[in-house]
């Protein structure tokens, strides 16, 4: 069994800049790369669960979302950072488009996204943790039953659409990445 950690996307490892809809908004947060190979030479599958409405809204594709995501790796990579997978969820209930109109369980705060991953990857729970900068990423390690990093990054914490207290609060990723690899 292998021990993760679960990255949200947007304001945790980029620029948080309200529904990214274009790789020319794409901005790596300064030592974020630092702090994901730390935690890749830790020995933490580094995995990213991020919700994508900009799909379910119509505003990309799934196949630019991936391209966003390529470019995404490709900076990381090129700091010596690696992503072992990016797990995503295009539906919103309230979606424009009907064909993502649905209430997903991979949706955070719903947890299909870790599930899959600890299926594909044989994770550890027990061993594994979620950093993100909102209150449904803390409700969403809660739901998995896994210790959670709020980063003052992005959000903040500060979209309070959910009333969950996290175990740990880091000033940025690389801060959080030390503080937790510290206590594993």
Same mark, same amino acid.
Request: glycine share 6%.
């Given at each position: 069994?292998?021990?993760?950690?679960?990255?949200?996307?947007?304001?945790?490892?980029?620029?948080? /800049?309200?529904?990214?809809?274009?790789?020319?908004?794409?901005?790596?947060?300064?030592? $974020?790369?630092?702090?994901?190979?730390?935690?890749?030479?830790?020995? &933490?599958? /580094?995995?990213?669960?991020?919700?994508?409405?900009?799909?379910?809204?119509?505003?990309?594709?799934?196949?630019?979302?991936?391209?966003?995501?390529?470019?995404?790796?490709?900076?990381?990579?090129?700091?010596?950072?690696?992503?072992?997978?990016? #797990? &995503?969820?295009?539906?919103?209930?309230?979606?424009?488009?009907?064909? #993502?109109?649905?209430?997903?369980?991979?949706?955070? =705060?719903?947890?299909?996204?870790?599930?899959? $991953?600890?299926?594909?990857?044989?994770? $550890?729970?027990?061993?594994?943790?979620?950093?993100?900068?909102?209150?449904?990423?803390?409700?969403?390690?809660?739901?998995?039953?896994?210790?959670?990093?709020?980063?003052?990054?992005? #959000?903040?914490?500060?979209?309070?659409?959910?009333?969950?207290? =996290?175990?740990?609060?880091?000033?940025?990723?690389?801060?959080?990445?030390?503080? &937790?690899?510290?206590?594993?």
């Amino acid at each position: 069994m292998q021990k993760a950690v679960f990255l949200d996307r947007d304001g945790v490892i980029n620029r948080e /800049v309200d529904n990214l809809r274009d790789v020319k908004q794409l901005t790596l947060l300064p030592h $974020a790369a630092d702090a994901i190979r730390k935690l890749n030479q830790s020995g &933490f599958l /580094v995995i990213i669960i991020t919700n994508q409405p900009v799909v379910a809204r119509g505003w990309i594709s799934e196949e630019r979302l991936k391209k966003i995501h390529m470019e995404l790796l490709k900076r990381l990579g090129k700091k010596g950072a690696r992503i072992d997978a990016i #797990y &995503f969820c295009p539906h919103h209930p309230n979606a424009d488009l009907s064909k #993502y109109r649905k209430d997903c369980q991979d949706r955070k =705060p719903n947890i299909g996204l870790i599930k899959k $991953a600890v299926k594909n990857f044989k994770i $550890a729970l027990e061993n594994s943790f979620l950093i993100g900068d909102s209150t449904r990423d803390i409700q969403t390690a809660k739901n998995a039953g896994i210790p959670s990093i709020l980063l003052k990054t992005g #959000y903040g914490g500060k979209d309070r659409k959910f009333n969950v207290k =996290p175990d740990y609060i880091a000033k940025n990723l690389f801060e959080a990445s030390i503080k &937790f690899i510290s206590t594993r």
